[in-house]
């Protein structure tokens, strides 16, 4: 999994149509939504986790982070 979430990262790194606020945008929205999961004790997806690993990862391709 890990080979894809590296793939997948520099990808979206790369790709241009993408802004820096995007990332942003979409990182912040993913941690909200892992955050109320958390406070009301339900399970957070792994789906949400690997993305959420997924944009730090090209955030910090691109020197964001």
Not at 16 to 37: A, M, V
């Amino acid at each position: 999994m890990s080979i894809d979430i590296d793939h997948t990262s520099e990808k979206l790194a790369n790709d241009p149509r993408l802004s820096d606020y995007d990332f942003w945008r979409s990182l912040k929205n993913l941690e909200n939504e892992i955050f109320q999961l958390a406070s009301r004790k339900e399970p957070v997806p792994i789906e949400l986790l690997r993305w959420r690993r997924i944009l730090s990862s090209a955030r910090h391709r691109r020197g964001l982070a």
